[in-house]
């Protein structure tokens, strides 16, 4: 009897042991946790500009017994490939749990739509440094601690395309959707055809320049002078004057102006029109 009642208690021991490393038995009285809630994060570079200019935010969780004074948590950034300034920005790196709460106030992360082409692989690794509070520990677990450490994955959006993609003969302009051609030459696109939907001026012919928003970029800014487009099949000269801002998107392949037209009549220049085109690739 003896050996059975030493067996048993031997059973019960091993299982109270065993609880005491299973996150849903612990006591949480003698143990308390802070952990990211997400270890493992993806993000796209175009979250901020798709969210009215907000952050993402990140948050972690505190296990443990009701805590009646406030506590902070301060982090470290490590960025693998993602530079910042240029794919994120951080303002903070300490993040406060209320009261009572077992969800921290956010760890903002305003991501940066770059405009860049990125071949590389861009992460940020967060890792928790500190807490204020002494009797919390880094990580869920008493032992082999999880959730330590999150990692900001930050996924590129670009094409690899160059603004030579444009140098095409089968442009289509939105005006009238007419098929007119491009040639690049360094950073100048010059289309001709029928850029105003006017057929009695099927040869018209500008010359635009297409300037990157940061250097290499796949989007930008349309910009052209006052330009002698040339002379109708009636002998009308004309030129083109822009309208407003134009843009252009290599990987959306489309390029958007509106144009004021101007034809001369003795001697002076007379405004007739705005042709409002968007010319893309097929």
């Known amino acids: 009897m003896k050996t059975k009642y030493s067996l048993i208690l031997i059973i019960l021991t091993l299982v109270s042991l065993g609880c ?14 802070v952990s990211f809630i997400a270890s493992d994060i993806t993000v796209p570079e175009t979250y901020s500009t798709d969210n009215n200019d ?9 296990d443990g017994s ?21 794919d994120y920005d951080v303002e903070n790196t300490t993040v406060t749990f209320k009261a009572g709460e077992i969800k921290s106030e956010p760890l903002f992360i305003h991501i940066v739509d770059n405009l860049l082409n990125s071949e590389q692989e861009r992460s940020l690794d967060i890792n928790i440094e500190s807490v204020s509070n002494p009797n919390i ?4 677990g008493v032992v082999n601690q999880s959730n330590k450490s999150a990692t900001l994955n930050i996924t590129d959006d670009e094409c690899s395309d160059t603004i030579s993609i444009f140098n095409s003969p089968n442009l289509i302009n939105s005006a009238g959707n007419h098929t007119v051609s491009g040639t690049v030459a360094g950073n100048i696109l010059t289309l001709t055809g029928n850029l105003i939907d006017y057929g009695a001026f099927p040869n018209a012919e500008i010359g635009i320049a297409l ?8 989007a930008g800014a349309v910009s052209f002078d006052n ?7 009636d002998g009308y000269v004309y030129e083109f004057r822009q309208n ?9 392949g489309e390029i958007k102006v509106s144009i004021d037209v101007y034809y ?3 001697g002076s220049w007379v405004f007739w029109y705005t042709s409002h085109n968007s010319f893309s690739i097929p």
């Open 20 to 33: 005491e490393e299973d996150v849903n038995h612990y006591d949480f009285e003698k143990y308390k946790f």
């Open 227 to 233: 330009y002698a487009a040339g002379t109708d099949n």
């Open 244 to 252: 407003g801002q134009g843009t252009y998107n290599i990987c959306a």
């Open 137 to 140: 520990d880094i990580g869920v």
């Open 66 to 86: 009701v805590l009646e004074t406030d506590f902070t948590v301060t982090l470290k950034i490590t960025p693998n490939n993602a530079q910042p300034g240029i």
């Open 211 to 218: 300037t990157p928003t940061v250097e290499g970029g796949t």
């Open 264 to 266: 001369e009549s003795g």
């Open 54 to 62: 907000e952050a993402y935010p990140i948050y972690l969780r505190y």
